[in-house]
């Protein structure tokens, strides 16, 4: 076998690696079950901090999004956690402003600050506002809505998407093969050269 399409080869397993290891997760709120509390869904745990509120944020409210209170109603938290069991990338989120107030998202790669958002933007958005978050290694999210003076009101995130950013074990199991063929390739044209 000729080292050129060994190399095609590799690069083809190469390419299917890199397809493997970007498997996305889609996090929908709006179809759990309204009322419920959430502490952890699909690898991620979710906990609520400073502001008015305390513990696990809830489904429900104004709308069916995972709300910043563990009423669905007042008083709220400022922010929502979102802690990656491992470390993400391509991460994005949909956002519903339902009063008034200043908001933000911050993501940090360990204790690195990756990723800011304005998340401001007028009282009861109609719809939801999707948020791209940069970075990759991101082990934490936060929203908040704790910037300025308007702390006490509620906003419901609709959707959280992420990709891993490890290779997953049949990615690396790809991976070696190709570099196993490549090897013995040049073993096998070495041989051939010194004959």
Same mark, same amino acid.
């Given at each position: 076998m000729k080292l050129t399409s060994l190399l095609g080869a590799t690069a083809a397993l190469?390419?299917?690696?890199? +397809? @493997?290891?970007?498997?996305?997760?889609?996090?929908?709120?709006?179809?759990? +079950?309204?009322?419920?509390? /959430?502490s952890s869904i699909d690898g991620v745990s979710l906990s609520l901090f400073g502001?008015? @509120? !305390?513990? #696990?944020p809830r489904v429900g409210g104004f709308g069916y999004d995972l709300a910043n209170s563990p009423t669905g109603s007042y008083p709220t938290a400022d922010g929502i956690l979102f802690h990656f069991s491992a470390p993400v990338k391509n991460v994005s989120f949909t956002f519903d402003d =339902?009063? $008034?107030?200043? @908001?933000? #998202? !911050?993501? =940090?790669?360990? @204790?690195?600050?990756? #990723?800011?958002?304005? /998340?401001?933007?007028?009282? $009861?958005? !109609?719809?939801?506002?999707?948020?791209?978050v940069s970075g990759t290694g991101i082990t934490d999210l936060y929203v908040d809505n704790g910037w300025?003076?308007? &702390?006490?009101?509620? =906003?419901?995130?609709? #959707? /959280?998407?992420?990709?891993?950013?490890?290779?997953e074990p049949a990615a690396w199991a790809l991976m070696m093969g190709g570099l196993g063929l490549?090897?013995?390739? /040049? &073993?096998? &044209? &070495?041989v051939a050269v010194e004959a």
């Open positions: 190469a390419l299917v690696a890199g +397809a @493997a290891s970007a498997a996305t997760t889609v996090i929908d709120f709006t179809t759990v +079950a309204y009322g419920t509390n /959430l502001g008015f @509120a !305390s513990g #696990s =339902y009063g $008034y107030g200043n @908001a933000n #998202s !911050s993501a =940090y790669a360990g @204790a690195t600050l990756v #990723s800011t958002n304005d /998340l401001s933007g007028g009282a $009861y958005a !109609s719809g939801h506002n999707n948020v791209v300025g003076s308007s &702390r006490s009101w509620e =906003y419901g995130i609709g #959707s /959280l998407t992420f990709s891993s950013s490890a290779p490549l090897g013995g390739a /040049l &073993r096998r &044209r &070495r």
